[in-house]
C-alpha cells in the first residue's frame, strides 16, 4: 500500500531503492505517529471534517494501535511503505473508509516531522536522565575522595597539584555544560511543525495551536515552509548535544584508561568489568572505556554527517532528508549505552589514595612554595627564581600539604553549586508538560 499510488505501478527496483531502511527504522517513531495522529483528528472534529461518532472509533482504535507500539510489537508489513501508511491501513481495516478521513490537512512531510520531533524530545528526556545520573555517582565520587592528592599535568608534565575531588567534578560540570546545550536543543525540538502539511499549509482551517497544545509542545513552528526547513536542522542542532556529551565521555574514556595503566597507577577498575589476554594471563584491560572512546568519537562525527545531507539543499522538501534517520535515530541508543556504562564504572573505581608517596611527584609542590614565599613577602619574580635554583641544584623540599581556598579549588570544590546548577537545568525542560499532556491525549474519548 502507497498512499500516494494511483493507477500506476512503480518499478519493483525503485521501490527497494527509495524505500530504503524506513521500514525497520519507522517502527522505532510508530508510537508518535500515533500520538500526531490522535492530535490531528482530535482538531480534525473540531472544525467540521470528523464526526464525533467518527472521532470516538478512530481514538479507540489509535490507543490499540499506539499500545500494541509501546509493547514493541509493531509491525510494518511487506509492501507496505512506511509508519504512516501501515498505521493508516490498521484504521481503515477495523473501521473502512472512516480510517481514510485521517490525512485531511496533513502530508507525510509534516506527518514524519511531528513523529521524529516526538520522539527526539522523549529521547531527549531519557538522555538527560542518563545524563543527570552520572554527574550524581561523580559528584559522590568528588566529595567521597577530596582529600585524595594527585598531580595535575599540563603537556603530560606534572604541573600542580590536583586532587580526585577536582578530578571527577571537573568532568560532573563538564556535563552539566552538555546538559545546557541539550536543553537549547529540545526548546528546538519542542515546537510543532503539524498543520504546515507539505510544507505549505492547507486550505482548510486548521487549528494548529490546538494540534501544538494536545501534544504538549512550547510552541509551534509558525511559519509553514520553516516547518518543513527544519527538516535535518533540528537533527542537526541536537547531533551537536549528543555529540558535546560524546566528547566529555570520551575525554573521561581516555583519562580512565591512561590513570589504570600501571605506569600510572591512580585508578583500579574492578575486575568485573575489565577483559583479558588470550596470551597473557595477567592482563586485565580497559575494554569498556576503549569502545566508549571509540563509540563517542564516532558520535562526535554526527553533526558533520549531517551537516553534509542538507547542507545544499534549497527550500522545500527532498528525499534526501530520509537518509537522516539512518544517522540520527540510532545515536540516541549508541549514546545513552555509554552513559550507562560509565556511570557504573566510574561508581565501581577504586582510587590510590597514595599517589603522591613516590618521590618523583615532589616537584608538583613548586608553585605551593613559591606562594608560600610570596605571603612571607618575597616579590613573586624573586621567589620563583629562588625555587627555581633550589630545583636545579636538588635541594627542593616541601611538605606536601595544600591550602587551596578559594571557589573551585582543591579546598572548596563548591560541587553544591555544581549540583544546583545541573537542577536547575534539569527543571527548564519541563518534561513534567509533556507527560501531562501526552496522558491527556491517550485519555480522550
Given at each position: ?127 538527560t536522565d542518563s545524563v543527570s545520573a ?206 550507562h556504562m560509565v556511570t557504573r564504572m ?79 537545568i534539569v527543571n527548564q525542560f519541563g ?15
Amino acid at each position: 500500500m502507497k498512499l500516494w499510488e494511483k493507477s500506476v505501478q512503480v518499478n519493483k527496483d525503485v521501490e527497494t531503492y527509495t524505500v530504503g531502511h524506513d521500514r525497520e527504522l519507522d517502527v522505532y517513531l510508530a508510537p508518535y505517529d500515533v500520538l500526531g495522529s490522535m492530535a490531528h483528528i482530535t482538531m480534525l472534529e473540531s472544525i467540521g471534517l470528523l464526526t464525533k461518532e467518527e472521532l470516538h472509533l478512530l481514538l479507540n482504535e489509535l490507543k490499540e494501535i499506539y499500545e500494541v507500539a509501546s509493547d514493541g510489537k509493531f509491525t510494518i508489513e511487506d509492501g507496505i511503505e512506511d509508519v504512516h501508511s501501515q498505521v493508516e491501513l490498521m484504521l481503515t481495516r477495523k473501521l473502512g473508509d472512516v480510517g481514510k478521513k485521517i490525512h485531511s490537512g496533513r502530508s507525510r512531510n509534516d506527518q514524519v516531522l511531528v513523529d521524529l520531533k516526538l520522539f527526539t524530545r522523549d529521547q531527549i528526556h531519557i538522555l538527560t536522565d542518563s545524563v543527570s545520573a552520572l554527574i550524581d555517582v561523580l559528584l559522590a565520587q568528588s566529595e567521597r575522595y577530596k582529600s585524595v592528592l594527585m598531580p595535575g599535568y599540563t603537556h603530560l608534565q606534572i604541573a600542580m597539584p590536583s586532587s580526585f575531588g577536582l578530578w571527577f567534578g571537573a568532568y560532573a560540570e563538564s556535563l552539566v555544560d552538555d546538559l545546557q546545550v541539550l536543553l537549547a536543543a529540545y526548546k528546538v525540538c519542542n515546537r510543532n511543525p503539524l498543520g504546515s502539511a507539505a510544507g505549505y499549509g492547507s486550505s482548510f482551517p486548521l487549528n494548529r495551536q490546538m494540534t501544538t497544545d494536545l501534544l504538549g509542545f512550547d510552541s509551534m513552528d509558525y511559519n509553514v515552509v520553516y516547518a518543513q526547513m527544519g527538516r535535518g536542522k533540528m537533527e542537526k542542532i541536537v547531533s551537536f548535544a549528543i555529540s558535546s556529551i560524546a566528547a566529555t565521555l570520551s575525554k573521561l574514556s581516555y583519562d580512565a584508561c591512561m590513570y589504570n595503566s600501571q605506569n600510572f597507577g591512580f585508578i583500579k577498575l574492578s575486575d568485573e568489568y575489565t577483559t583479558g589476554s588470550s596470551i597473557m594471563p595477567h592482563k586485565k584491560n580497559p575494554d569498556v572505556f576503549e569502545l566508549t572512546r571509540a563509540k563517542c568519537n564516532k558520535l562526535q562525527a554526527l553533526p558533520n554527517d549531517i551537516t553534509l545531507i542538507v547542507n545544499n539543499l534549497p527550500s522545500g522538501y527532498f528525499r534526501d532528508l530520509q537518509i537522516i534517520k539512518e544517522l540520527f535515530i540510532p545515536a540516541f541508543e549508541e549514546i545513552n549505552d555509554c552513559l550507562h556504562m560509565v556511570t557504573r564504572m566510574m561508581g565501581e573505581v577504586k582510587v590510590n589514595e597514595h599517589i603522591l608517596d613516590d618521590p618523583k611527584y615532589l616537584l608538583i609542590f613548586s608553585v605551593e612554595e613559591v606562594n608560600r614565599l610570596v605571603l612571607e613577602g618575597m616579590p613573586f619574580r624573586d621567589a620563583y627564581k629562588k625555587v627555581g635554583l633550589e630545583i636545579e641544584k636538588g635541594n627542593f623540599a616541601h611538605d606536601k600539604n595544600v591550602n587551596h581556598t578559594h571557589e573551585g579549588s582543591i579546598g572548596n570544590l563548591y560541587n553544591d553549586r555544581v549540583d544546583l546548577l545541573k537542577q536547575q537545568i534539569v527543571n527548564q525542560f519541563g518534561f513534567d508538560k509533556v507527560v501531562k499532556a501526552e496522558k491527556a491525549l491517550l485519555n480522550r474519548e
